[in-house]
């Protein structure tokens, strides 16, 4: 990831991107951040989108 990508990147995208290359899971990803699972589900399209993750494990 180059440093225009990360700096379009919310902190909190930047944080989940990382727990998605652990292999986490959307909902993982929401409980581990306190978040809803729609909230969760959002920042990965975002992050998709971008270019920056491709995965299709989004239950």
Excluded: P
Excluded at 31 to 53: Q, V
């Amino acid at each position: 990831m180059n440093k225009r990508e990360t700096s379009a990147l919310f902190r909190q995208e930047r944080f989940i991107l990382e727990l998605l290359k652990c292999n986490l899971t959307q909902k993982e990803i929401a409980e581990k951040l306190n978040i809803s699972t729609h909230a969760a589900k959002s920042h990965i399209k975002r992050l998709e989108k971008l270019g920056l993750w491709k995965d299709n494990f989004l239950e």
